[in-house]
């Protein structure tokens, strides 16, 4: 009996003493060494990722950094493609915007983060199809792609990432969501039949490197091996997706007033300005130009990657000064809905996608079987003001390699046939847009019907702008 209590007093001491390790660590108070992808052991530095196992009660800047990171942790659970038996799916939608990227700014006077844009799959992260992807893209030369997309790389390919460029964990968040697509709607649903061709896939991407390469590192993991005759990418112009619809006045002049409102919604942050003020003191440049080079973009590269904020002889940029900024950030994000400037933005900035969209979807409820999966490869502001325009007013700033699907279902038990779901990152946010939920969710029900989602994009979106169509809200004159 001594012997056993003997032993579960020291079971319970070690335990102890393992928590109080993990916890210093994550409280930064014991340095932990890093080691690099290549094996090599870098010096002690301190980490600077956390690691939330479970949503904080409270909005938390770091846990929302951590989620935007998307940082590839293993398999996802999703929603996409999961409906009761009896229904067909006939189509499907996805606007991802690219995955995690080396900066657009740098910090003036501070080293640049050492990202490595080389693929290995041998370095963390990693995925299964990394290997056979590096060797499909140099084949790519038989792919039809549009424009400037032809001259871009299929694949980030720099021993120090360019200002811009997909890292190679860019690469492996799509890979992810490919995979678990063809999980979900190829294997589950056979959404494209095995003689697939040309006319069957619809694809679409950015002038940027960083949209085709996530755009083809998604399609392959989708569609392994894809023959690239089959594959024909245009090049969109603008990242709105707005095509040949993209002459709207009224829409630049509600997102001039909306970047009027959060520049005044800055200056009087007084936190926010001090955090700049320290900051360009440790950078050793004047306040407004550290604030020009909009810090937040290199800083968010540090914390995703889990290196150590940029340091000079005057110090060091601090953790705090991080979590000011990004706290501001989602400050400015509720106040923005609350002013709803840049909601009006929005409904005139996506009307054509949505438009694009619904009009494929209705061609398909008639019966074609043409273009039944499209995929749109964009930015950040392409997918934040298609989330606005829906009335997702709930859903987080598109993360590091975020999608948004649309699906296009058939029920013949039904006297309303066709049906749409949208999902988010695997959520299923059907029933949170403002016309789905306007039009009332009975028990047990998961889809909305086509026309309820094609009556608000032709219609609707123009009520709260007090005009019919397109064209009037586009150059109407606000007295």
Not at 75 to 94: D, F, I, T, Y
Not at 238 to 255: E, K
Not at 344 to 365: F, S
Request: charged residues 20%; positive net charge; aromatic residues 10%.
């Amino acid at each position: 009996m001594l012997f056993r209590n003997r032993f579960l007093f020291l079971l319970a001491l070690a335990a102890l003493l393992a928590f109080i390790s993990l916890s210093l660590q994550f409280l930064h108070l014991i340095p932990v060494t890093i080691i690099k992808g290549d094996g090599v052991t870098g010096k002690n530095r301190k980490r600077i990722m956390p690691d939330p196992l479970t949503e904080p009660p409270v909005v938390d800047p770091l846990y929302e950094a951590y989620m935007y990171c998307n940082t590839p942790i293993g398999a996802e659970h999703s929603m996409e493609g999961r409906v009761p038996h009896n229904l067909k799916l006939l189509s499907v939608h996805v606007l991802i915007r690219h995955g995690d990227r080396y900066p657009l700014y740098a910090i003036p006077k501070t080293k640049r983060p050492d990202i490595d844009c080389l693929l290995d799959p041998h370095r963390k992260p990693s995925h299964p199809h990394l290997e056979a992807f590096i060797s499909h893209m140099a084949k790519g030369s038989e792919g039809q792609m549009d424009g400037t997309l032809s001259s871009l790389p299929r694949y980030p390919s720099h021993p120090l990432c360019e200002m811009g460029e997909l890292t190679q964990t860019g690469v492996v968040q799509h890979l992810q969501n490919g995979q678990l697509l063809r999980e979900n709607y190829l294997k589950k649903h056979k959404l494209l039949p095995n003689n697939w061709t040309s006319k069957h896939l619809y694809m679409e991407s950015t002038g940027k490197s960083r949209t085709l390469q996530s755009g083809l590192a998604l399609l392959y993991s989708l569609l392994p091996n894809f023959d690239w005759k089959k594959v024909n990418i245009r090049q969109q112009w603008s990242t709105i997706f707005c095509a040949g619809n993209c002459d709207c006045p009224m829409r630049n002049q509600y997102l001039e007033e909306e970047q009027r409102r959060q520049y005044t919604f800055r200056v009087k942050s007084s936190q926010l300005e001090k955090a700049y003020v320290e900051m360009a003191k440790v950078v050793g440049v004047p306040t407004r130009q550290l604030r020009a080079s909009n810090p937040i973009d290199s800083l968010l590269c540090h914390f995703c990657h889990n290196a150590s904020f940029p340091c000079t002889t005057n110090g060091c940029i601090s953790m705090e000064q991080f979590k000011v900024i990004k706290s501001f950030q989602l400050e400015d994000e509720k106040e923005s809905h609350e002013k709803q400037l840049y909601y009006k933005y929005a409904l005139m900035a996506t009307h054509p996608l949505l438009n694009q969209t619904v009009m494929r979807m209705q061609r398909i409820a008639q019966g074609r079987k043409d273009e039944v999966l499209v995929l749109y490869s964009g930015h950040d502001v392409t997918l934040s003001p298609v989330l606005s325009a829906l009335g997702v007013t709930e859903a987080r700033f598109p993360r590091f390699a975020a999608r948004l699907v649309f699906e296009l279902w058939r029920n013949k038990d039904k006297k309303v046939e066709h049906f749409v779901r949208i999902l988010y990152n695997g959520e299923d946010i059907t029933f949170q847009t403002s016309f789905c939920r306007r039009e009332g969710r009975q028990p047990g029900q998961l889809l909305c019907p086509l026309q309820t989602f094609a009556q608000f994009v032709k219609r609707d979106m123009f009520t709260f702008l007090n005009s019919t169509n397109y064209y009037d809200a586009c150059h109407r004159r606000v007295f």
